[in-house]
């Protein structure tokens, strides 16, 4: 399994960026994914979820109205656009998927997101 994030960078307040995650290793399409976030100092925080076909996504209440999680199954890719981003959003951006229940989750490298004028 494999994952590969990109998309991070410096934004400043109310600005927007969009997180791609690629994966491989493993049928994309029969997995839920999912992307998580860790800010300096806190513990990793569960950010966004989506379903196999995209049909269901659930939200943290930080981001829900600002956040949007996708993913496209032709590409193997999942997606967090970020809208209205906020300083308190700064972290590194990880994503997760996890094969089996129970059974490990795997991570990608995560990629930095910094919120500042």
């Known amino acids: 399994v494999q994952l590969v994030e990109s998309g991070g960078g410096l934004v400043q307040p109310g600005g927007s960026l969009r997180l791609s995650c690629a994966a491989s290793?493993?049928?994309?399409?029969?997995?839920?994914m999912s992307w998580y976030r860790q800010a300096p100092g806190k513990g990793r925080e569960l950010v966004a979820t989506i379903s196999t076909a995209g049909g269901s996504t659930n939200y943290a209440d930080s981001v829900k109205g600002r956040f949007t999680i996708s993913r496209d199954n032709a590409k193997n890719t999942v997606y967090l656009q970020m809208n209205s981003l906020k300083p308190e959003d700064t972290a590194v951006y990880y994503c997760?998927?996890?094969?089996?229940?129970?059974?490990?989750?795997?991570w990608g490298q995560g990629t930095q997101v910094t919120v500042s004028s």
């Open positions: 997760n998927t996890r094969l089996n229940v129970p059974g490990p989750d795997y």
């Open positions: 290793g493993f049928t994309f399409s029969r997995y839920r």
